[in-house]
Structures are given as C-alpha cells and as structure tokens.
C-alpha cells in the first residue's frame, strides 16, 4: 500500500511558495477530504442498489400498486436481462484480455518513451486513456494503469506518480460513456436486450441517433482538449513531484510467460494452432456481419462487438493458454455487475409493472412529475444533474439506465425531446460523479497500488471544470435537434 507523505497536498501542488498553485492546492485539499469522508462512510455499491430496491418498491406501494403486483414484478424483472448483464461482463473481460496481452505490453511500453517530461507524461497519459475509453471502457482502466507503471519505471522523467493516476482514470470518468461501449447507448441500439415494456416506450434508438451524432462527438472533443490540459497543468513540476519510489510502490514489469507443459494433454494449451482455427472461425462470421450491413450498425451490436475483443485478445495472447490465464485474472472485475445487474432489471420491472387502480405505475407518476417540472428548454439541465447526483450513490458504470429509462424517455417523448440526446445526457452526465467516486477507481488503484484518496485530489479539479462545461453544452446542443416519434423494430 502507497506511503502518502506528510504534506501530499503541498507536494502535490507545487512549491508553497507559488501563489499560482494556491487554487489547485485548494481544490485538491477538498478533494482528498471529501474522498476521505467517503471511504470512511460510503458502504458498498451493492448496498446501494438494494436501498434502491426498497425505495422502489415503497414507491409503487405508495402510488398503490398491489404488494402481489410488486413482487412479482421484481421477481419477473430480475432475470430479464442476463443476456445484457452477460454483454457487460465480457466488456470487461475482452478489455482486460486485450490490454493485458504480449502485444499491447510491448506497446506500452514504446508509448511511455514519448513524453520528455514528468508533466507531459502526465498529459499524455490522459490523451492515450481517453482514446482507448472511445473503444472499451473495460481496455482503458487497464490500458491506463499498465501506461502509468510502464512511464513510472523511467527514473529520468521524475513524474508524479499520483497524477499520472488520476490521468489514467480520465478514460472512465469523462469520456467513455460517449464511445462504443457506452451500455446505455447499447442498450437501446439491440432491441433483443430491451425489455418489452422499454422497447413500446423507447423503440430502438440506433447509434447514429446518439454517440454518432456529431453533437455528442462535439462533446467528447471538447471534453478531451480540456481534460488533457487540466491534467497537464495540475501536474506538479519536477521538483515536487510524487514519484512511484518516494511513495514506496513497486512498478517492476509484469510478466506474461506461462509454465511449460508437462503432460502429452497440455500440449494444445501451449500451442496456436487452436488459436487460429478459431481466430479464422470467428473471423468470417465477423467479417460477414461487417459486409451485410453498415458499420454503424454491425460495431453497434453488442454480440459483434464483444466477439471482436474476445477474438482480437486470443490472437493477440497467441496461446490458449496465456489466454485463459488472463481471462481468470478479469473475472474478480465482473462480480459487481453479475450480482448488480439483474436488480437494476428487477427496479425496472417494479417500475413499469404494478399498477394501481387507475392504471398508474410508479414510472408513469415519476413521468407526470417530470413533464411538469420540465419544458423541453429545461429538460436537459434538469436530466443532466439529476443523472449526475444519483450516478454518484450508485456507481453503476451505465447500469442505473434500466432503473431511469422509462421515464426518462416517457418524458422525453411528452415534451418532444430528441430521444437519442436523452440517452446522450443521461451519459455524458452519468460519467461526471465518477471523477470523485472511489467505486469505479478501485480496479485502476489495484494496478497502481494506489489509493483512491491518492488520486482523487486531481480528478477533483477536472470534476470542478467538467460539470458547468458539460451540462452547458447538453442544454445548448439539445437546441440542434428535432424530436422524432420511437421507431419500432
């Protein structure tokens, strides 16, 4: 575990001396304490999701739905979606597979000689991190945290150990919900992983109606300029710098290799041949999908999309073997979303399902209430920090979609909003909490052998710069779009 020193905030900062450096200074001193205060009372995510849970269903209660009614629609609702929950679990596993590979270690390792300083492999960290999370939310946390050690172990850069953690985590705190592997936005382009009940409120929403449009990759460019810019201003200079050493961690290479065989039945293990028969295999169903249809469409897929990673990481992995060993090394990151999902399905369920006696579910009452509150000038203000405060009590990572997609969507079809920019400021703001939550940091601080607390002075000031930003360009590009009526598979 990292040996923090005495005064990290000063360190961290720069010289005291230099009243430049005396907002930063502030700022992080607030966000260690604030993370502090979190890691002391903040119990786990699931405890969360089954508050959520309870509150749900006292809801429905409350708008007088029958108790049989609720419980049977959590218990329909729970199982409802394992095929997403499933999808999920191999986002994270294909990019664990993937950034983990012999290949990719030895890019790595080429990536961290390019920055000359501390302070621009800083910047740089941040750059690679965010374009890595457009493709794979799962490969830019490891992708990350392999850089970093990678660019620690370079004694001639003297870089901030802690910030460079912080950079890595850019990917997951401000622009993965705007790339591929955004669940909401996959969620709602495979009407297969939609519950029926979603699906007649919804339609299918493709991703050229939201992470393609050019408003939301507006956005996502705006949001890496300025994220790799704080990053690199915020990162103290040589001389105050926290390096890896002075903190006490280890960043000695990873390696890969793999026993050899020792009996005549490991031999296929150890050799590619099954590799690239199933490479080949996998490969022309892939290449089929591609040919059949748009890109937009086939990458929007969350089958196709998977099967690419798992694919691409066997090949890259060469062995069965290395491959399979890196597979059980990603499995601990899946439980959160195995045992998580499926109740996310099941507040869904109890949402929409029971009904009282005037035929009002607590997700059409949730709806009334919005519309309201709500014109369609302001639903984008109003989505966007409701979407940020809950993302913050339950670190879901795209999850907590199923529990506010119906009515969220409803009211966005009362008051005539672009249904795929809802879906788009509900991510884009989604992803702000995670600056701050320690949830989401821990696979990232396990690699570094960090502490959340460690990195979260940092991303606390991209959090003060990212929230009027982006909920400014959610409300002032919501005025770019026109409303179309859901489109039914």
Not at 39 to 45: S, T
Not at 51 to 60: N, T, Y
Not at 394 to 417: D, I, R
């Amino acid at each position: 575990m990292a040996t923090t020193p005495a005064d990290p905030v000063q360190n961290a900062g720069g010289a005291a001396s230099d009243p430049s450096t005396g907002s930063a200074r502030s700022l992080e001193r607030l966000g260690v304490r604030f993370t502090n205060w979190a890691e002391r009372w903040f119990p786990d995510a699931f405890i969360f999701v089954s508050i959520a849970v309870v509150i749900v269903a006292l809801g429905a209660l409350t708008n007088g739905a029958p108790p049989a009614a609720i419980a049977k629609s959590f218990g329909d609702g729970f199982w409802s979606l394992i095929p997403f929950t499933m999808q999920m679990v191999f986002v994270t596993i294909g990019g664990y597979v993937v950034a983990t590979s012999p290949p990719m270690q030895a890019l790595i390792e080429r990536l961290a000689q390019v920055p000359k300083t501390g302070r621009g492999a800083v910047g740089f960290v941040a750059g690679a991190t965010m374009i890595s999370s457009f493709i794979s939310w799962g490969l830019s946390l490891i992708f990350g945290g392999l850089l970093v050690r990678a660019l620690a172990r370079r004694t001639d850069l003297r870089m901030d150990y802690r910030a460079a953690g912080a950079a890595a985590y850019l990917g997951l705190g401000a622009t993965w919900a705007l790339g591929l592997s955004s669940s909401a936005a996959q969620l709602q382009a495979n009407p297969a992983s939609l519950t029926k009940n979603l699906l007649a409120i919804s339609g299918v929403i493709p991703f050229s109606e939201t992470i393609f449009l050019w408003q939301s990759m507006l956005i996502a460019a705006i949001l890496f300029v300025v994220s790799v810019a704080i990053a690199y201003a915020s990162a103290p200079r040589r001389e105050t710098a926290v390096t890896a050493e002075t903190l006490g961690v280890p960043v000695a290479r990873e390696t890969s290799d793999i026993p050899p065989a020792r009996q005549p039945g490991e031999w296929l293990e150890h050799s590619p041949i099954l590799t690239i028969l199933l490479v080949v295999i996998a490969g022309g169903w892939i290449v089929q999908e591609f040919a059949r249809q748009s890109w937009i469409v086939a990458i929007s897929n969350l089958n196709t999309y998977n099967l690419l990673f798992l694919t691409l990481g066997l090949l890259l992995h060469w062995r069965p073997k290395r491959f399979l060993a890196a597979v059980a090394k990603s499995v601990p990151a899946t439980a959160g979303i195995l045992i998580q999902y499926p109740l996310y399905a099941a507040i869904s369920g109890m949402l929409t399902g029971p009904k009282n006696a005037a035929g009002t579910s607590a997700s059409d009452a949730i709806t009334h209430a919005f519309v309201s509150l709500n014109t369609a000038g302001t639903f984008p203000l109003t989505m966007g920090v409701y979407s940020a405060i809950l993302g913050f009590f339950v670190p879901s990572g795209g999850g907590k979609w199923l529990l506010e997609a119906p009515y969220v969507l409803q009211a966005a079809n009362e008051l005539k909003v672009h249904l795929g920019w809802a879906v788009m400021i509900y991510n884009a703001a989604e992803a702000l909490p995670n600056l701050i939550n320690p949830f989401w940091m821990l696979p990232l601080v396990g690699i570094l052998g960090l502490k959340a607390r460690d990195i979260v002075g940092f991303s606390f000031l991209q959090l003060i710069v990212h929230l009027p930003l982006v909920l400014f360009l959610l409300w002032a590009l919501a005025f770019t779009l026109t409303y179309h009526p859901p489109v039914m598979p």
